[in-house]
């Protein structure tokens, strides 16, 4: 699709005034400034910004978020049989999973049918905060703690470091909070495994700004605008 004829689509201005918005070089597509007329963009690939915010068509995204429970695969089918995160959910757009969790692992995880956003909060450069609620076997020592700050040697290569927060021990089971930012397969679970130490219960709390708070296991809520616009960097 042409570039004016996109933005006046996406209600900026008349294809005239969006001419001289273009030729004026307020107009970046995937970052960088276009300022030529007769530009060709792929409207559902493309991320066109007019003074460094996003402008979008007119159409519905949806953008959910679901407290996924154990047990669960994050796949919109299984070859083992068992069952997905979509048998979770009614909506008739089509969806995709932001990321994964494990089978085992419970809680945040964002679904769309918006595949820059998707990208977005998964690609490795942007590096968006994932808090994680970490119930471990035992009475974890602090030593054991400043290792997984450190990044722990797995077969020789040093993993990312972490936040590692002690929260509670309740006579039996530790319970920290773990931040990463970046999203290695397994990798908390890995983290663990390094130290010798028995993962009872994973659960993603946070992802960016956006908080798991009293969201029922199993049930999804939209994204507010807010949190949404998070990611976009439009806030
Ligand atoms: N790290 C893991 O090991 N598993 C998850 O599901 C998420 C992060």
Known sequence: MRLNKFLSACGVASRRKCD???ASGRVCVGG???SELGVEINEKKDVVAV???RVKLPEEFVY???NKPKGYVCSAKDEKGRKTIFDLIDCEARLVNVGRLDYNTEGLIFLTNDGNFANLVTHPRFHFEKEYHVTVEGE???SEL????NGVVENGVRMPKAKVKFLSFDGKNTKLSVIIDEGQNHQVRRMFDCIGRT???LKRVRIGNVLLGGLSRGKTKPMSAEEIAFFMGEK
């Open 20 to 22: 001289e918005i273009i």
């Open 32 to 34: 960088r400034v276009r």
């Open 51 to 53: 003074d460094g915010v």
């Open 64 to 66: 959910l978020k679901l």
């Open 140 to 142: 974890m020592k602090e």
């Open 146 to 149: 400043a290792v997984l700050r």
């Open 199 to 201: 993962i009872v219960l």
